[in-house]
């Protein structure tokens, strides 16, 4: 089928032809089998996103299988993140959860009977020992001395595998194919190892351990998968895949692979991002700056932002790097859309309004959103003395600065025109305090006289405002490819100094009783998520994302930091 024409991509495209071939009657049945050993990050979420939408789109189904096929490193707490973060994405498999220890004792069943086929043997290889008989990509491999041992023998030696008889690396049991395969996959790969541990959920029952390779084909023929879609780097194993089903004769479903995510200035090597955890580069795995869903989540990302960020990289045949400038946008795009706004000031400077009663608190009933009025509005308290930002004021302002500078006017959000009059310095010449008059006739903002007022910033009252900390979150790296790095250093050497900035804040009164999991616009700061970490007396904000790409400052002060 032509995709170009007919506006779909590769695997839609398959699954069609398929469809009007009858290959599985019409049906379409995928899987998400992501393993117990870690949380789930970006990468996964493209995998979801893929396997349960066009499950969705073809009026299929989409089982969740866990890939517990190793007991050394899987925890059931990884289980129980996994759902929450696959719901959270929106991945519905009612009762369809599975798990390949489900399968132990049939996967068992299936390896005698390839021994019986003549089709696998027990191999007294060490590990080292099997690395070297499989040759190069240039040489074929040897055969192992164990390789024509007979069939009664195989069985009695795996059998007592399966019993617990012998230590962990003494003994596998490997497929007999072809030790000459120009694809090394096939050079009698191993099926089963030993590792006398607890598993999770059989305990010690097992003391042999199916390979991802041998269980997965079998898993998804067992469960009825119709289309098995796996990243590139399974695109040699399809092989295998269609040999171990074909060896056993049984049900048999199509293997296509896809390319993987992979978004600059982010790891996403799960062996990677465990280093970061376990060397307290970040704060776990739901850290914000991670990558993982549940940092995301917690930054502040919406879930309908990372399946249009998925679906906007779309799905291709070969790998490409995604800038990270199309997460963000995606992010900011939804949040303007579902987020109230605010104020909260982040970098205060006070201002004093001489001509505004001292005892004096007057209320704006301020709209959430200006263009949402279903989102309602909330009572904003005015008074005296404000906080600004720092940055809204210049003593020597710039051409074109239409903010407060001394003797310019601007707008106080929804409030009233204010004029700088007078500033006040410390010894070191720092800005202080700022002395201001207001226009008693510009409630709103507007002018009697008709004059113009160009800038318009954000406030909040000193009388009134609550402090929180406000979490400013940056990218983790500083690179675009973060394992570019000299030789003798790890993709740690690339971190971000500055990918977490923790500032003291003043917030308007409504921002205070957030709930964790709202999210804020602050008006001209960013979007931002209340965290869990927040206390009854001190809110705290995680900033989703800013307003605009502020990236090219960092990678511009990190070319002179390497040209210095």
């Known amino acids: 089928m032509d995709t170009e024409k007919s506006g779909k991509d590769f695997i839609r495209a398959n699954i069609d032809e398929d469809n009007a071939s009858g290959r599985f009657d019409g049906a379409v049945h995928t899987r998400f089998p992501p393993e117990p050993n870690g949380f789930l990050h970006l990468g996964h979420a493209k995998s979801i996103v893929l396997n349960f939408g066009v499950a969705k789109e073809y009026g299929g189904l989409c089982n969740l299988r866990f890939d517990d096929t190793n007991p050394e490193k899987e925890d059931s707490s990884y289980v129980d993140a996994i759902r929450e973060d696959v719901k959270w994405l929106g991945g519905k498999w009612d009762d369809r959860e599975y798990y390949a220890s489900d399968y132990f004792d049939k996967l068992y069943e299936y390896a005698e009977e390839l021994i019986r086929r003549g089709k696998a043997y027990v191999d007294d290889l060490s590990a080292d020992e099997i690395r070297e008989y499989r040759g190069t990509l240039t040489e074929p491999g040897r055969n192992s001395p164990w390789r024509d041992r007979s069939v009664e023998e195989n069985l009695d030696l795996f059998r007592r595998m399966k019993a617990g008889e012998f230590p962990d690396g003494s003994r596998v049991l490997r497929a007999k ?73 049984v049900y048999h479903p199509r293997q296509i692979e896809f390319a993987r995510l992979n978004l600059a200035h982010t790891i996403l090597s799960k062996r990677k991002l465990i280093q970061l955890v376990r060397e307290g580069h970040v704060k776990g795995w739901d850290d914000p700056r991670m990558p993982t869903l549940s940092g995301l989540r917690r930054r502040g990302a919406p879930p309908e932002a990372i399946r249009e960020f998925v679906n906007r990289v779309g799905v291709a045949r070969a790998d490409s790097t995604v800038d990270y400038g199309m997460l963000e946008y995606c992010i900011r795009e939804k949040l303007n859309e579902t987020s109230p706004r605010a104020m909260a000031v982040l970098d205060p400077v006070r201002v004093v309004i001489e001509n505004y009663p001292e005892d004096k608190i007057e209320e704006f009933d301020m709209p959430y959103h200006p263009e949402k009025p279903e989102f309602g509005s909330r009572i904003v308290p005015f008074a005296r003395e404000l906080y600004i930002e720092r940055d809204d004021f210049r003593l020597n302002p710039p051409p074109k600065f239409h903010r407060l500078s001394p003797g310019s006017e601007v707008r106080l959000r929804y409030a009233y025109i204010i004029k700088c009059r007078d500033v006040v310095l410390d010894d070191d010449g720092n800005v202080v305090e700022i002395r201001c008059e207001y226009d008693p006739d510009s409630r709103g903002g507007k002018t009697s006289d008709g004059r113009k007022v160009k800038g318009t910033i954000h406030w909040t009252a000193a009388k009134t405002a609550k402090k929180a900390e406000v979490r400013l979150y940056d990218k983790l790296f500083l690179t675009a490819d973060p394992n570019d790095v000299p030789e003798g250093q790890d993709f740690t050497a690339n971190l971000n100094p500055r990918s977490l900035e923790t500032r003291e804040a003043w917030i308007e009164p409504a921002l205070a009783k957030a709930k964790p999991g709202d999210v804020f616009q602050f008006e001209r700061l960013g979007y931002f998520r209340a965290d869990e970490d927040s206390a009854e007396n001190k809110p705290v904000f995680n900033r989703a994302v800013t307003l605009r790409d502020t990236w090219a400052k960092l990678e511009s002060a990190n070319r002179d930091r390497k040209a210095g």
């Open 177 to 249: 194919i072809d030790m000459a395969s120009p694809n090394l996959v096939m050079r009698d790969p191993t099926l089963y190892r030993i590792r006398n541990a607890k598993h999770h959920r059989t305990g010690e029952q097992w003391h042999i351990y199916p390979m991802y390779d041998y269980a997965h084909c079998l898993s998804d023929s067992i469960e009825g998968i119709t289309h098995s879609l796996c990243t590139l780097e399974f695109v040699n194993n399809r092989e295998l895949y269609d040999w171990i089903l074909d060896a056993l004769g």
